[in-house]
Nanobody, 123 residues
Framework: QVQLVESGGGLVQAGGSLRLSCAASGGGFSINAMGWYRQAPGKQRELVAVITTSGSTNYADSVKGRFTISRDNAKKTVYLQMNSLKPEDTAVYYC?????????????????WGQGTQVTVSS
């Protein structure tokens, strides 16, 4: 099974920057898409950014122009560069990877979630 390890969260002042990383380990799978979600207390989990195998990206309107999602296929790692952070960005951030397990000709799609990393932006 794929395992995801997140890092890079922390406490920053408004206007600061953070870079989140999420590394996938294991074998026998390929990655179809990678994304970042966040969830603030009392709110639903929302999609922040996603990147597909083709390199296409999509961002929530609230982070467009401030956040950048990228990936390193060799390291099976997805990043989220967060600039010009605002207090409303405070949340637990989760990475998510959609992929396919391979065993011979057998294929099975899956979704895997990271453990979450806290991002706190002070005013």
């Amino acid at each position: 099974q794929v395992q995801l390890v997140e890092s890079g969260g922390g406490l920053v002042q408004a206007g600061g920057s953070l870079r989140l990383s999420c590394a996938a380990s294991g074998g026998g799978f390929s990655i179809n898409a990678m994304g970042w979600y966040r969830q603030a207390p009392g709110k639903q989990r929302e999609l922040v950014a996603v990147i597909t195998t083709s390199g296409s990206t999509n961002y929530a309107d609230s982070v467009k122009g401030r956040f950048t999602i990228s990936r390193d296929n060799a390291k099976k790692t997805v990043y989220l560069q967060m600039n010009s952070l605002k207090p409303e960005d405070t949340a637990v951030y989760y990475c998510q990877i959609g992929g396919t397990y391979y065993s011979g000709t057998f294929r099975r799609n899956f979704d895997s979630w990271g453990q979450g990393t806290q991002v706190t932006v002070s005013s």
